[in-house]
């Protein structure tokens, strides 16, 4: 990574992990697409979903300054956060998805970001051996060796939760970080029978509050460390999708030294 990178995630500052975040305005939003030009990144073709991935990024090369650190992206397809890796320097990076994996590249010729379509196809060029088609509930990837394991806006789409954090928490060598972020209202939104992707295995969600705090149960169960306290307040409704307002959430889980089984 070079100096001007460098000197820009210093100025940004540490993020605690574990940890819990919440969107509470678009102008979180907008400043993280600050930092991404001052980064160089390439631009998200979902503006909306810039918060969360510059976060998931300081969070990654704070504690992994290595560029042969391990990665795998859960969920990837679409997702700008491997093209952003590789664009700093990363070079072992996984991804999977239920659709084959690709980054976002339909979306950023539609947007004429020319940018990202570079980026984009040079990062799928360079790892594409390593992108998979599988659910983030039973990768196939092999056990205990990954540092980050990233899923960006994927486990409320139809997920098993109770599967899917005892694979993450399989994927990660000891101390290694889970990044998760989701849709996210402090009450309660019935989204009906929603489904966004047809794929999924399931209709959609928006948690609440009770709902993140069962969900770090979750994952405690599996030997991957939540956030002492949550900080779940919200400020306004700043994501607007099919008919709902809500928000997102990142949570930032540490994986124990010795692996726990299923609750």
């Given at each position: 990574m070079n100096d001007r990178r460098e000197s820009v995630f210093r100025q940004l500052g540490p993020v605690e992990v574990p940890g819990s975040h919440v969107l509470r305005s678009l102008e979180d939003n907008e400043a993280a697409r600050g930092a991404a030009v001052a980064l160089g990144l390439a631009p998200n073709p979902v503006q909306i979903k810039t918060w969360d991935n510059v976060l998931a990024l300081r969070v990654i090369a704070a504690l992994n300054p290595e560029r042969d650190a391990p990665i795998v992206d859960l969920g990837c397809r679409s997702g700008i956060l491997l093209t952003w890796l590789d664009q700093i320097g990363y070079r072992r990076l996984y991804g999977c998805d239920l659709r084959q994996p690709a980054p976002?590249?339909?979306?950023?010729?539609?947007?004429?970001?020319?940018?990202?379509?570079?980026?984009?196809?040079?990062?799928?060029?360079?790892?594409?051996?390593?992108?998979?088609?599988?659910?983030?509930?039973?990768?196939?990837?092999?056990?205990?060796?990954?540092?980050?394991?990233?899923?960006?806006?994927?486990i409320e789409h139809g997920v098993d939760l109770s599967r899917?954090?005892?694979?993450?928490?399989?994927?990660?060598?000891?101390?290694?970080?889970?990044?998760?972020?989701?849709?996210?209202?402090?009450?309660?939104?019935?989204?009906?029978?929603?489904?966004?992707?047809?794929?999924?295995?399931?209709?959609?969600?928006?948690?609440?509050?009770?709902?993140?705090?069962?969900?770090?149960?979750?994952?405690?169960?599996?030997?991957?460390?939540?956030?002492?306290?949550?900080?779940?307040?919200?400020?306004?409704?700043?994501v607007s999708s099919s008919g709902f307002s809500y928000t997102f959430l990142l949570l930032l889980f540490r994986r124990e030294d010795r692996l726990k089984g299923p609750a």
């Open positions: 976002p590249l339909r979306a950023a010729l539609k947007a004429r970001l020319w940018q990202t379509v570079a980026a984009g196809t040079a990062a799928y060029l360079r790892h594409r051996q390593r992108l998979v088609k599988a659910s983030v509930e039973d990768t196939g990837f092999p056990a205990g060796g990954f540092a980050v394991a990233a899923s960006m806006s994927v899917f954090f005892a694979e993450a928490a399989r994927l990660l060598r000891p101390g290694g970080t889970l990044i998760v972020s989701t849709d996210y209202w402090p009450t309660r939104i019935d989204v009906g029978e929603l489904r966004r992707f047809q794929v999924s295995r399931g209709s959609d969600r928006i948690f609440d509050r009770e709902d993140v705090v069962r969900l770090c149960d979750i994952a405690r169960s599996v030997g991957l460390v939540g956030p002492a306290s949550l900080d779940l307040e919200a400020g306004h409704p700043v």
